[in-house]
């Protein structure tokens, strides 16, 4: 019956963990709205065509490693957050029938 309990306790602390995961989520979004700015400010301001071209191409490498952090990112908080629920049910299930097996004579 303890287990159990412990069981339903551990799979509760996995929420508060897929919660950071959307708030690591929200800050990587901030960031590609960051460097949207940064390639609209370059592109406003007048520099030569060595120095912007070479800019661009930083810029545009930044964003690809944005994009690829963000999918990487969906796909393992989509992940945690179907583990989270599956072992919630889990433990749930577990600990009431422990308890409903425990008030049997």
Not at 15 to 39: G, M, N, V, Y
Not at 73 to 100: F, G, H
Request: hydrophobic fraction near 35%.
């Amino acid at each position: 019956m303890g287990l159990a309990g412990e069981s339903l306790v551990e799979a509760n602390w996995l929420q508060p963990f897929a919660d950071s995961f959307t708030t690591l989520k929200s800050s990587q979004s901030e960031l590609s709205r960051l460097l949207e700015t940064i390639h609209t400010a370059l592109a406003n301001t007048p520099t030569s065509l060595t120095a912007y071209s070479e800019s661009l191409q930083v810029l545009d490498a930044a964003r690809r490693k944005v994009r690829e952090c963000r999918e990487i990112l969906t796909d393992r908080l989509s992940e945690l957050e179907l583990y989270a629920r599956r072992t919630t049910n889990l433990s749930d299930r577990l600990y009431r029938e422990v308890i409903s097996s425990h008030m049997r004579p």
